[in-house]
T-cell receptor, first 116, second 115 residues
Framework: GNSVTQMEGPVTLSEEAFLTINCTYTATGYPSLFWYVQYPGEGLQLLLKATKADDKGSNKGFEATYRKETTSFHLEKGSVQVSDSAVYFCALSKGDSGGSNYKLTFGKGTLLTVNP | ETGVTQTPRHLVMGMTNKKSLKCEQHLGHNAMYWYKQSAKKPLELMFVYSLEERVENNSVPSRFSPECPNSSHLFLHLHTLQPEDSALYLC??????????????FGQGTRLTVV
């Protein structure tokens, strides 16, 4: 079946540090890939997505590139801020074998804390 | 404001109680979902409704009973729950569950504690 593996947290960084959160996936064919963010006390919000190989999703300074050859979708940001402190979820969307029903499969989430 | 509203935000209930969680979306979407978020575990998809018809039920115990009276409202009826059912329950909606790359919009969740 489909699965998503992302790096275990928590990750603690100082402001303006470089961020990488690794994500790899297992799925047949060509899933769509997503990063969602959950701020404290909130639901999940879409951060960025990519729907085909070599696509780069970007938003709010975050980027992730869909790498089919390594089945990865690592999240990066060049300079993190305190306000980026949140839990980050990697996810994929892929149809069942019948190809007619798409659903999101999430990783376990990575807690990021950015200190001033 | 995400367009998906869940009530209540917090709920404490005994194992013999009956309660309901409510979700409402103002986005004109056709699909709605219930997810369970437990500590240290991936989000678990519980139910999917498309055009008010249940299209997915991921082996969820019968003590959880969903209801979708129209495309804007989704309920999760709870009865005789167990302490291990304590979790954050998230509602989500999307334009269409059948479209590849479809984005899901989430509510803020209901933090449920079963005592």
């Amino acid at each position: 079946g489909n699965s998503v593996t992302q790096m275990e947290g928590p990750v603690t960084l100082s402001e303006e540090a470089f961020l990488t959160i690794n994500c790899t996936y297992t799925a047949t064919g060509y899933p769509s890939l997503f990063w969602y963010v959950q701020y404290p006390g909130e639901g999940l919000q879409l951060l960025l997505k990519a729907t085909k190989a070599d696509d780069k999703g970007s938003n709010k300074g975050f980027e992730a590139t869909y790498r089919k050859e390594t089945t990865s979708f690592h999240l990066e940001k060049g300079s993190v801020q305190v306000s980026d402190s949140a839990v980050y979820f990697c996810a994929l969307s892929k149809g069942d074998s019948g190809g007619s029903n798409y659903k999101l499969t999430f990783g376990k989430g990575t807690l990021l804390t950015v200190n001033p | 404001e995400t367009g998906v509203t869940q009530t209540p935000r917090h709920l404490v209930m005994g194992m013999t109680n009956k309660k309901s969680l409510k979700c409402e979306q103002h986005l004109g979407h056709n699909a709605m979902y219930w997810y369970k978020q437990s500590a240290k575990k991936p989000l678990e998809l519980m139910f999917v409704y498309s055009l008010e018809e249940r299209v997915e039920n991921n082996s969820v115990p019968s003590r959880f009973s969903p209801e979708c009276p129209n495309s804007s409202h989704l309920f999760l009826h709870l009865h005789t729950l167990q302490p291990e059912d304590s979790a954050l329950y998230l509602c989500a909606s999307s334009q269409d569950p059948l479209a590849l790359g479809t984005e899901a919009f989430f509510g803020q969740g209901t933090r449920l504690t079963v005592v």
